[in-house]
């Protein structure tokens, strides 16, 4: 009941000649060639009507371009679960797959964006590709994260424990009465605690009581069944005693036969009852986490903050690009970006573009003091290293003066620029520094990213990225949760926290402009001081492509 559909015409003729000996059961191969007539966007979503189909996996090397890529797979990703080996993940083999394809790679970490919001998973190797198909295939979904582990071998039992971890699973702690029902079956050498030790010499009976006090109880969601061929291991045995174990509940069920020629008939009888086999017990746990986060899929919201969105004011901001065009430019000033802000409801610090000292000074005055001065030309990268920022100005004449010192000083170091003017900006209280911005990828559109702010934002790399088109309340949140900045937003170590609704706010509010005006390239606003009460975007950078 695996349908698998291959952009590689070779690894699908490779696939069918392994799986005479896999004992996995396809319901449809399809090899996708270089998709002339055919994407496999419309084979995922006509595959999920297909009734001899349960699960899709895929080999693709590059994805079609669709406008609708996340929102066609969410619907197929609430039928069936869509597992995709992605190809190209690194410069070179993106190299390699667009000479192969004739198609662009494109983005990996869009790639991985777009799958993880349509609820589509995204595997690493054939190997995995095809251990988790073969999960999904035979499965019922657990109703959370609790796993139990029986095992008649310590060392799997430590395995599974550190996979565990690193997977964010649950060890499951046992209530009494399952407690008391193990005291029943395992001898007091081995261990009812989880992972449970029912010892090398484990019998079938004990094995088949453990496995039922286990799997009778509430706290546990899933199980992994560990056996080594030690000379009393009963393979054939234990495998029918978890067939009729697993058959009275509706709960996954993953044995781990960890050896070779012993197992290969306990193996065909597990598989042909609905339960999978592994050789390792990494291997298991890893599928039972992908069983776990399918299920919390189905539970997600799918609305629509960003499309919710109607207090904005389009014709101003289309108004400033066009001036923006006009005069030839790419970037905005940092008072056009301002007022783009503003038209977009994003909560800035006001900054205003002063033509003369004598502007400047009134400016000032207005925005009541202290305010900075920063030198406004989108030609002049680096402004404070040429003397063209000045803080904490506290009155007009100052300010006045300030202008001169600041247009003197960006001429003599580009004598051949002519900025606009000099910006005067409220200087704003601090805060916790956050980032709001968007990168625009060729075949997804606008990504936002949001992370950790201020000068070290490139040194700590903390920042999460979501497309911007079907972006929901729930991706937020991830999204956020994703980063360590938002341990500082929650409150660390007794700080004061941040205002979280109002950075939501600012991401969909991002979302929405990047959305409604394509010709936006890139927008970085870095950093955004959050307070516990609102938030001020201080320096906003646009580029138009």
């Not at 989880?194 to 009976?205: E, M, R, T, Y």
């Not at 992370?451 to 700590?460: A, Q, S």
């Not at 975007?537 to 580029?543: N, V, Y």
């Given at each position: 009941n695996i349908a698998f559909i291959s952009q590689s015409g070779a690894m699908m003729v490779a696939i069918i000649d392994w799986n005479v000996t896999s004992g996995i059961g396809f319901s449809k191969i399809i090899s996708l060639g270089n998709k002339a007539g055919t994407t496999e966007i419309e084979l995922i979503e006509y595959l999920s009507d297909d009734d001899e189909t349960a699960v899709v996996i895929c080999y693709l090397e590059s994805i079609t371009e669709d406008d609708d890529f996340v929102r066609t797979l969410r619907k197929v990703s609430y039928k069936k679960p869509v597992i995709i080996l992605?190809?190209?993940?690194?410069?070179?083999?993106?190299?390699?797959?667009?000479?192969?394809?004739?198609?662009?790679?494109?983005?990996?970490?869009?790639?991985?964006?777009?799958?993880?919001?349509?609820?589509?998973?995204?595997?690493?190797?054939?190997?995995?590709?095809?251990?988790?198909?073969?999960?999904?295939?035979?499965?019922?979904?657990?109703?959370?994260?609790?796993?139990?582990?029986?095992?008649?071998?310590?060392?799997?039992?430590?395995?599974?424990?550190?996979?565990?971890?690193?997977?964010?699973?649950?060890?499951?702690?046992?209530?009494?009465?399952?407690?008391?029902?193990?005291?029943?079956?395992?001898?007091?050498?081995?261990?009812?605690?989880?992972?449970?030790?029912?010892?090398?010499?484990?019998?079938?009976?004990?094995?088949?009581?453990?496995?039922?006090a286990v799997l009778d109880s509430d706290d546990v969601d899933g199980l992994v069944v560990m056996v080594c061929p030690t000379a009393s291991a009963d393979a054939d045995g234990i495998a029918n005693a978890l067939v009729e174990g697993a058959s009275e509940f509706d709960k996954p069920v993953i044995a781990v036969n960890m050896g070779g020629p012993t197992f290969e008939n306990a193996n065909d009888v597990l598989r042909d009852n609905g339960i999978p086999t592994y050789v390792f017990p990494e291997t298991a746990v890893k599928v039972f986490d992908y069983l776990a986060r399918f299920a919390a899929v189905q539970d997600r919201n799918y609305d629509d903050p960003v499309g919710a969105v109607d207090d904005v004011d389009k014709e101003a901001v289309e108004a400033i690009f066009a001036k923006v065009k006009e005069e030839e430019r790419d970037t905005l000033l940092g008072s056009e970006a301002y007022a783009v802000a503003e038209a977009y409801g994003i909560e800035a610090a006001p900054i205003k573009l002063a033509t003369s000292a004598e502007e400047a000074g009134v400016l000032a005055e207005e925005m009541e003091f202290p305010v900075v001065l920063k030198i406004a030309s989108d030609k002049i990268l680096h402004k404070s290293d040429i003397g063209g920022v000045k803080v904490g100005i506290q009155t007009k004449e100052e300010a006045e003066e300030v202008f001169e010192e600041i247009m003197a000083n960006a001429k003599k170091a580009h004598p051949d620029i002519i900025?606009?003017?000099?910006?005067?900006?409220?200087?704003?209280?601090?805060?916790?520094?956050?980032?709001?911005?968007?990168?625009?990828?060729?075949?997804?559109?606008?990504?936002?990213?949001?992370?950790?702010?201020?000068?070290?934002?490139?040194?700590?790399?903390?920042?999460?990225?979501k497309l911007a088109k079907g972006l929901t309340t729930d991706e937020i949140a991830e999204q956020m949760n994703d980063t360590k900045v938002m341990g500082l937003l929650e409150g660390f170590r007794g700080e004061a926290p941040g205002d979280i609704e109002a950075v939501k706010s600012a991401i969909i509010r991002v979302a929405k402009l990047t959305l409604d005006f394509p010709e936006i390239s890139e927008l970085d606003i870095n950093p955004i001081f959050v307070y516990e009460k609102g938030s001020s975007?201080?320096?906003?950078?646009?580029?138009l492509g």
């Open positions: 992605k190809s190209g993940s690194s410069s070179a083999g993106a190299e390699a797959a667009s000479s192969h394809t004739g198609a662009l790679a494109g983005s990996d970490v869009a790639f991985d964006t777009a799958f993880k919001q349509s609820g589509v998973f995204r595997v690493t190797t054939m190997d995995e590709l095809f251990d988790v198909g073969l999960a999904f295939s035979k499965c019922p979904l657990p109703t959370g994260r609790n796993l139990a582990i029986i095992t008649n071998a310590g060392g799997g039992g430590v395995l599974s424990v550190d996979a565990m971890e690193r997977y964010g699973l649950d060890l499951v702690k046992f209530d009494e009465e399952t407690n008391a029902r193990l005291k029943e079956a395992v001898p007091e050498e081995g261990s009812i605690k989880n992972p449970i030790d029912v010892l090398g010499d484990a019998p079938v009976i004990r094995y088949k009581e453990s496995l039922e900025p606009n003017g000099v910006e005067v900006q409220k200087m704003m209280d601090s805060g916790i520094e956050v980032l709001v911005g968007m990168i625009r990828d060729a075949q997804f559109g606008p990504m936002i990213a949001f992370g950790m702010g201020g000068v070290l934002v490139n040194l700590l790399e903390d920042v999460s990225f975007a201080l320096d906003i950078k646009i580029k």
